[in-house]
């Protein structure tokens, strides 16, 4: 037997886990066979992380940048704490001594306060001759954006037939990843959507378009339709707006549904193992990992939860930047 097989059993089974929770983890198995080297190259046999190999994996060698530096430690350091969890002794790198380095936007989490007054903005929007359903559209709209934390895109392309109103559930056949997905709404909103939908029969657009949320002509609304208008409601609801790209930004909803949810599972003490893959289906991802992402957001935001969160999930909170458009 290689007198490293401990060691590179150990990498394959912290592999393992990883992809059985959503990862691809291509990249990173190559790191971690480079880390295997090392550690034979070090003379060590057992299945141990000495602070010694650690401390020579975080320098940084020639030519590299400092994103794929700390791409790297991030990779070993999930792999200390896989160790650290299965009782085999592990050094890892201090997380507040790696920068944390964020993507390009970071996600806006709306406060219960600022999406009370969104929402009533919404339902004061002024509407127009012209469309003159716009203001119960967007009175809907809104809520449907947190309530389900779908797409917009999904929303925008609903057909009719797509609420189910006894069961209340609705089909997302449009999805980014072209998967459909039935996903249960709650009993407000049911109600709210019922309600919606005989308001909109008395316009005569409603009786010759497949759109539940049909403009004046029939089709479904633009997403930069949708834009122009949520800036208003923004402007009304008095919250600041960086521009386009810099937000908040329409999406930024289905990142609080997200992060509100993994919130008040915490505070409920509900098994996050358990439930996070149900609010990754729930919101249509690939796998785990990029519903992972909003434990780091859910960890920052709210202070009274980051110790229970650090203790029992640090293993899954991930290092690097945040994904976008998630």
Same mark, same amino acid.
């Given at each position: 037997?290689?007198?490293?097989?401990?060691?590179?059993?150990?990498?394959?089974?912290?592999?393992?886990?990883?992809?059985?929770?959503?990862?691809?983890?291509?990249?990173?198995?190559?790191?971690?066979?480079?880390?295997a080297n090392l550690h034979e190259k070090m003379g060590n046999t057992e299945s141990v992380l000495p602070k010694e190999?650690?401390?020579?994996?975080?320098?940084?060698? $020639?030519?590299?940048?400092?994103t794929n530096r700390l791409h790297r430690i991030s990779t070993l350091r999930g792999l200390a704490e896989y160790m650290?969890?299965?009782?085999? $002794?592990?050094?890892?790198?201090?997380?507040?001594?790696?920068?944390?380095?964020?993507?390009?936007?970071?996600?806006?989490?709306?406060?219960?306060?600022?999406?009370?007054?969104?929402?009533?903005?919404?339902?004061?929007?002024?509407?127009?001759?012209?469309?003159?359903?716009?203001?119960?559209?967007?009175?809907?709209?809104?809520?449907? +954006?947190?309530?389900?934390?779908?797409?917009?895109?999904? +929303?925008?392309?609903?057909?009719?037939? !797509?609420?189910?109103?006894?069961?209340?559930?609705?089909?997302?056949?449009?999805?980014?990843?072209?998967?459909?997905?039935?996903? $249960?709404?709650?009993?407000?909103?049911?109600?709210?959507?019922?309600?919606?939908?005989?308001?909109?029969?008395?316009?005569?657009?409603?009786?010759?378009?497949?759109?539940?949320?049909?403009?004046?002509?029939?089709?479904?609304?633009? $997403?930069?339709?949708?834009?122009?208008?949520?800036?208003?409601?923004?402007?009304?609801?008095?919250?600041?707006?960086?521009?386009?790209?810099?937000?908040?930004?329409?999406?930024?909803?289905?990142?609080?549904?997200?992060?509100?949810?993994?919130?008040?599972?915490?505070?409920? !003490?509900?098994?996050?193992?358990?439930?996070?893959?149900?609010?990754?289906?729930?919101?249509?991802?690939?796998?785990?990992?990029?519903?992972?992402?909003?434990?780091?957001?859910?960890?920052?935001?709210?202070?009274?939860i980051i110790s229970r969160l650090d203790d029992a999930y640090g293993w899954m909170i991930p290092e690097v930047s945040?994904?976008?458009?998630?």
């Open positions: 037997m290689n007198r490293n097989e401990p060691f590179r059993r150990t990498i394959n089974d912290f592999i393992s886990e990883k992809r059985a929770i959503g990862y691809k983890y291509d990249k990173n198995e190559q790191i971690l066979m480079r880390v190999l650690v401390v020579k994996w975080a320098e940084k060698t $020639p030519y590299e940048t400092e650290q969890r299965i009782g085999l $002794p592990a050094y890892s790198i201090p997380r507040k001594s790696i920068p944390y380095r964020e993507g390009t936007y970071v996600p806006y989490i709306y406060t219960d306060d600022e999406l009370a007054r969104i929402f009533r903005a919404a339902d004061n929007i002024i509407s127009t001759a012209e469309t003159p359903f716009r203001q119960i559209q967007f009175s809907l709209l809104v809520r449907m +954006l947190y309530g389900t934390g779908a797409r917009i895109s999904e +929303l925008l392309n609903l057909e009719k037939q !797509d609420f189910n109103l006894q069961q209340g559930t609705i089909l997302i056949r449009h999805s980014k990843l072209d998967k459909e997905r039935i996903i $249960p709404v709650s009993e407000s909103l049911r109600v709210r959507i019922i309600s919606y939908m005989k308001e909109m029969a008395q316009y005569g657009v409603w009786h010759n378009t497949c759109y539940l949320f049909p403009n004046s002509v029939g089709n479904c609304y633009s $997403p930069n339709s949708i834009y122009h208008y949520f800036r208003r409601i923004l402007w009304d609801a008095g919250i600041s707006h960086g521009g386009r790209g810099k937000g908040p930004r329409v999406h930024d909803f289905r990142h609080t549904y997200a992060v509100h949810c993994l919130r008040n599972w915490t505070r409920e !003490d509900k098994d996050l193992t358990v439930a996070l893959p149900y609010l990754s289906a729930y919101m249509g991802h690939a796998g785990a990992r990029s519903t992972q992402y909003y434990l780091r957001l859910t960890a920052e935001l709210y202070p009274d945040y994904e976008r458009n998630l």
